[in-house]
């Protein structure tokens, strides 16, 4: 499983540690019926990368103000990834707990 998850995150992006989190987000939230399950997937992660995108705004003028910096970045990939890293192990030993 975590040499899929590598493999994926390192094909698509960092933002693809959005598109393994979010089913089961939407699983836990709209249950199991697919007719409902599958479009609130599809809102569940615009509303996770908007969020993202959002708080990575944010946090970089916060740190341009806080080091005196010009421009200064924060990728939203870094954050989805920091954020997403701990999630899929939480979701990884959820699942394996459940068998």
């Known amino acids: 499983a975590v040499a899929l998850t590598a493999g994926a995150v390192s094909a698509v ?11 089961h987000l939407a699983l836990a939230v709209f249950g199991a019926d697919l007719r409902v399950t599958l479009p609130g997937a599809a809102l569940i992660g615009a509303a996770v990368v908007c969020g993202a995108d959002a708080v990575a705004q944010l946090l970089s003028r916060l740190l341009a103000t806080v080091l005196d910096a010009d421009r200064l970045t924060l990728p939203v990939g870094a954050l989805t990834t920091c954020v997403g890293a701990g ?4 979701v990884a030993r959820r699942r394996a707990d459940e068998r």
């Open 13 to 23: 992006g960092a933002l693809g540690f959005v598109g393994l989190l979010v089913p």
């Open 87 to 90: 999630l899929l192990l939480v």
